[in-house]
């Protein structure tokens, strides 16, 4: 079973511009979470979407946002980047996001440097 | 403000001693408790859950969960070389897998010395 795909696994763009990353979740995953890591900060959730609905966000300006496809296929956009914006952004899908032994799998993540 | 605490370390543990790390939280309302393991450059992995006050083991883990001190321990017995990675402690408002969002600590070094 293929694990919980993102790309690019690298990216690197300029302050004021937008990006879109990419997530595909484990298959039969429809819950799919988006998380930023940072030294700084470590690792802090950006939202999470099950059945192309928004159902939990976290404290992140609204630059960030997210959308889910009808295969649960998730894509993060940011737009008007900044300098700090710069982090590891991880996507991670579970089946349904509600059980209580479910486990929530993450992929590789997407390296954003912004210049 | 949810909080989630963690010595940031590093810890170091001779080979076959047990690593105990540590993580306190904030918010008294926290239901579920889960503890990462992430290696350099890699994504983080679940290696234990848990939902009640006291102590789950899973082979050479146990988790130790104390809602009364907002308390919540990981010890790994035997500690093996590929056992140095960062540890994660994450905790969840909800009783289930955590996709209504973990506030994470900033995770413990761990270095296990050969």
Not at chain 2, 42 to 60: F, Q, T, V
Request: net charge positive.
């Amino acid at each position: 079973k293929a694990g919980v795909t993102q790309t690019p696994r690298y990216l690197i763009k300029t302050r004021g511009q937008q990006v879109t990353l990419s997530c595909s979740p484990i298959s039969g995953h429809r819950s799919v979470s988006w998380y930023q890591q940072t030294p700084g900060q470590g690792l802090q959730f950006l939202f999470e979407y099950f059945s192309e609905t928004q159902r939990n966000k976290g404290n992140f300006p609204g630059r960030f946002s997210g959308r889910q496809f009808s295969n649960s296929r998730s894509e993060m956009n940011v737009s008007t980047l900044e300098l700090g914006d710069s982090a590891l952004y991880l996507c991670a899908s579970s089946y349904s996001g509600g059980g209580t032994n479910e486990k929530l799998f993450f992929g590789s993540g997407t390296q954003l440097s912004v210049l | 403000q949810k909080e989630v605490e963690q010595n940031s370390g590093p810890l170091s543990v001779p080979e076959g001693a047990i690593a105990s790390l540590n993580c306190t939280y904030s918010d008294r309302g926290s239901q579920s408790f889960f503890w990462y393991r992430q290696y350099s450059g890699k994504s983080p992995e679940l290696i234990m859950s848990i939902y009640s006050n006291g102590d789950k083991e899973d082979g050479r883990f146990t988790a130790q969960l104390n809602k009364a001190s907002q308390y919540v321990s990981l010890l790994i017995r035997d500690s093996q070389p590929s056992d140095s990675a960062t540890y994660l402690c994450a905790v969840s408002l909800l009783s289930g897998g955590g996709a209504d969002g973990l506030t994470f600590g900033k995770g413990t070094h761990l270095i296990i010395q050969p």
